[in-house]
């Protein structure tokens, strides 16, 4: 196991750009046979209601209810799970929450509105939506802080109300995660999940009201559901593997780097994790450090999947050119571990969240931070960005003309609209025009 082989590119050789594409290349593409499934799950919830996500709950989950109020938990049993959980990890939660929520309290869009030269008035009305849709992960995962990460910029943003699922597979329920739904305020949950739950959240059930947006991350058939619901619901994204890309100018400890790299692959074997640094002799260390150390992690045979396939140690000219290497993968999570982060901070258009200095783990970015670990993956930070506030509101345009102002503009309008032949158009601007 310590014998690990990882890639090692160099950032000047003449198939460089080749053999990036191949280390980057991550197939998304969806199993017809998953697709199938799916799609006839989602077909049953649409049609059936309530006694398909009980037949699905049977089948998958392996619980027996009669009824799907039954599969819901009260307030009740939230608060009892935060009294039953350690005390140490109710402080933490609660402390994490209070650092997630005053950092999205920034993001608050207000409305607005102007008025121009003849007393028009534009502007735009931010709402937030009526109801959003939390999916927890369940079973041997259980990720409380992604329910903190998901429903506070949710009640950050004023939603009306929101529901969470998550499934409990032969009855087993996380404590820890309904302890983070009391604290980040969820108002109803369902222990239902995969992608009966996504369809019950997208259509509506008798018991479960449909929503206006799903988020939260799960395994294969949820997000095939989530990209399947999308246009009927909002979604967030359809996530693929945890990454992370640490720049380095060799004067951090290896043992750290290779530390925030393994905090990725233990994810899961498909997760990615580089490492960028001018310094051949570092890349070296590091190597060295995740040999050492690969056999004292818990996860190890992750690991150790996750580096051999998709690991990469890549040698630079400069900590330029690591900054343009790393716009070109546009990395989940970014480490700049040099000396001065802030003046690389220029050279850096591409990345979901961005770790600057030796101290900054991305591990902290995960939990207690306080910005969102929600966060665009697989290059989609070139056009993406993590969760946030804005992703429960919606914006819609003010237009209020005046009498002169329908005049001057109304004749504008009509040359557009008889322009591209639309007479209704001209002629309803015209009648507003004062002769």
């Not at 950092?103 to 007393?119: N, R, T």
Request: hydrophobic share 45%; aromatic share 6%; with cysteine.
């Amino acid at each position: 196991m310590t014998n690990l082989s990882i890639k090692r590119l160099t950032a000047s050789d003449a198939d460089f750009n080749a053999e990036l594409d191949r280390l980057l290349a991550w197939d998304d593409s969806v199993d017809q046979q998953v697709n199938e499934s799916v799609r006839h799950i989602l077909h049953q919830v649409k049609t059936r209601g309530d006694a398909a996500v009980l037949e699905f709950t049977r089948k998958f989950d392996r619980l027996a209810v009669s009824s799907v109020a039954e599969l819901e938990m009260s307030s009740g049993r939230l608060q009892q799970a935060l009294a039953a959980i350690p005390a140490d990890q109710r402080e933490a939660l609660e402390k994490a929450a209070e650092r997630v929520r005053t950092y999205h309290e920034k993001q608050l869009a207000p409305s607005w509105q102007y008025q121009d030269e003849d007393g028009t008035v534009l502007g735009q009305k931010v709402t937030p939506l009526d109801r959003a849709g939390l999916y927890v992960p369940g079973g041997k995962a259980a990720y409380p802080s992604s329910v903190l990460m998901n429903a506070i910029p949710a009640r950050v943003a004023g939603v009306g109300e929101v529901i969470m699922v998550v499934p409990t597979p032969d009855g087993v329920v996380n404590d820890m995660v309904l302890a983070a739904a009391a604290i980040a305020g969820v108002d109803r949950v369902f222990t239902i999940g995969g992608a009966q739950a996504v369809a019950a959240l997208a259509y509506g059930t008798e018991t479960i009201p449909p929503v206006d947006k799903i988020v939260g991350p799960g395994n294969i058939f949820v997000a095939t559901a989530k990209r399947e619901v999308f246009g009927v619901v909002g979604i967030d994204m359809i996530a693929g593997p945890s990454e992370i890309l640490v720049i380095c100018d060799g004067q951090t400890d290896p043992d750290w780097i290779a530390m925030d790299l393994f905090s990725q692959a233990e994810h899961d074997e498909q997760a990615q994790s580089i490492l960028i640094s001018p310094d051949k002799a570092f890349l070296d260390g590091v190597e060295q450090s995740i040999a050492r150390l690969l056999p004292t992690m818990e996860r190890s045979e992750i690991i150790a999947t996750s580096m051999t396939d998709r690991a990469a140690l890549i040698h630079v000219t400069d900590l330029k050119q690591a900054a343009e290497v790393s716009n070109r993968i546009a990395p989940e999570h970014l480490e700049l571990s040099v000396e001065d982060p802030q003046a690389m901070l220029e050279d850096i258009r591409h990345a979901g969240a961005i770790f600057m200095g030796r101290y900054t783990a991305e591990a902290l970015g995960d939990y207690c931070a306080g910005p969102n670990h929600v966060l665009p993956t697989s290059g989609t930070a070139r056009f993406s960005s993590p969760l946030g506030v804005y992703d429960f509101q919606k914006r819609s345009s003010l237009i209020c003309f005046t009498q002169q102002g329908a005049d001057r503009m109304g004749r504008v309008a009509s040359v557009l609209s008889r322009g591209e032949g639309l007479t209704a158009h001209a002629r309803s601007a015209e009648y507003r025009i004062k002769d």
